[in-house]
DNA sequence: CGCAAGTTTGACGTACATCAAGTAGTGTGG
DNA sequence: CCACACTACTTGATGTACGTCAAACTTGCG
């Protein structure tokens, strides 16, 4: 049976991460082991080319696990790999000499990374969890790319959806102040995670959001605290957020200085 | 005659403008115009590939002017079009309501913008200086790849060198000071255009590098008297600017914080 | 239960922004 | 060629958002 996921597209800063598009071409284990709240349809026009690519990928797919911390691969390693969570998640990051770190992105399960497609990694990848991730070398991938009809064009999607992305970060970055930029994340990671108002499971710390914000760990609790003061967030424990007034958070991670 | 246009892979932070790989698809005007420092080699493996491509490139490309400040295109606009830079120079950026601006990526002589392959353009595109650009019809450039072997995956290298150097744009926004970043945007400009000593041709404005870099205009202007004042640069007038102590700099850009 | 790691809160410092002149380029018309 | 205006850039004085340092509190795991 072949299962088609299909994210809806989110309106303004779209929160699909990265590689997440990829999604349609495995699919397997995603919908019993994480929470995804996307609409899942079965077959349809693409059954054919995707029963292919996933008994394709499937094939040469191998499973690696990760404890909390553990390096998947060091910035300056040899990259021949694309990787895939499956359960847990992951951070790609950068750090210079002196401990300065940017966290670049967060993987969730049906997440994809490590789709560089350079020779030398760029980034780290660590396990933000303890993590499964499925591997699959880079030239049967690229094989799959040539044989089989639109996995090429899909892959071009990925890598596209993933640079805008990656350029709503930039935006963000360079400038936001820190309670935009943790609307911007809470907003972010909510559309990602799921639309209805449980709170939010969040895997990464208070110094991994701060990395990813540019920020420092302080400022992200202030700042938490202050979303708490506003009632725009609740926050149940540690991890454990709820969203009480994403509309307000939307208009604050959009710049519309809706203090 | 085809010519291929190889760029040195520069080491550490790469400093290949997002789409300058494409210009190997490509490239009759490009040694006549500007002033590319790189080895250009004439046939080789990829000739009979890249005349076709050339061929059909030109055939399907139109010209077109915009004056200094002019828009291109605008954020929210429907994008179908591919652009590539013959002359003059482009920034894309993003503004927000109450006139914060980034800058996302600044585009040189041979460069490709607008590779977006989303259905409405995220940042808006306008010309920094006068410029002379053609635009390709997304559809036939993906006609193109889908006829032509290795238009694909040129493409797709494209995309992933975009990739990087956005991430790379990320970590300097996220963590580095105003001197680093400085640094930083000189590095990768002095990489881009030349390898001699000549000093620097930059087309944007100091406001331009300020939104770029997450800075003011003010910040950008004392930053730079700075380095001046430190013998790592000198300002010739403007926007011509000499690089004395390359070496600096990068230790600078890449935050070794050699003060 | 107890400890270590993670998080919050407070007091204080600073890098960069903001506000405000002043100066140097650049283009236009006489 | 110079006077004029206009925009771009530089420089200085001051403000502030966020970083830094330090201590208390909370959480979760053995």
Redesign the pocket.
């Known amino acids: 049976m072949i299962l088609i996921i299909i994210k809806p597209l989110a309106k303004g800063n779209a929160n699909m991460s990265a590689l997440q598009h990829a999604a349609q071409i495995d699919t397997t284990k995603i919908s019993a082991r994480s929470p995804l709240p996307w609409p899942v349809i079965e077959g349809g026009k693409a059954r054919t080319e995707g029963e292919d690519a996933l008994l394709a990928l499937q094939r040469i797919g191998s499973t690696l696990r990760f404890k909390r911390n553990e390096t998947i691969f060091a910035e300056g390693d040899r990259s021949g790999q694309v990787y895939k969570v499956t359960s847990g998640a992951v951070r790609t990051c950068r750090v210079l000499m002196d401990g300065r770190r940017q966290i670049v992105d967060f993987f969730l399960p049906g997440d994809f990374f490590g789709l560089d497609w350079q020779d030398v990694h760029s980034f780290s990848a660590e396990a933000i969890a303890d993590a499964v991730i499925v591997s699959y070398p880079r030239n049967q991938i690229e094989r799959l790319g040539e044989t089989i009809p639109g996995v090429q064009k899909r892959l071009m999607a990925i890598l596209c959806k993933g640079l805008a992305l990656t350029q709503d970060h930039l935006v963000m970055l360079g400038r936001?102040?820190?309670?935009?930029?943790l609307a911007w994340f809470l907003v972010r990671k909510a559309e990602r995670l799921h639309a209805d108002d449980r709170p939010l499971e969040l895997p990464m710390?208070?110094?991994d959001i701060?990395d990813y914000l540019?920020?420092?760990?302080?400022?992200?609790?202030?700042g938490?605290?202050e979303l708490k003061r506003h009632r725009h967030i609740a926050?149940a424990?540690?991890?454990?957020i709820a969203i009480r007034n994403i509309e307000e958070l939307r208009s604050l991670a959009n710049g519309e200085t809706g203090d």
């Open positions: 936001q102040t820190a309670i935009e930029k710390s208070r110094l701060a540019g920020l420092t760990i302080e400022t992200v609790s202030r938490l605290g926050i424990s540690g991890h454990r």
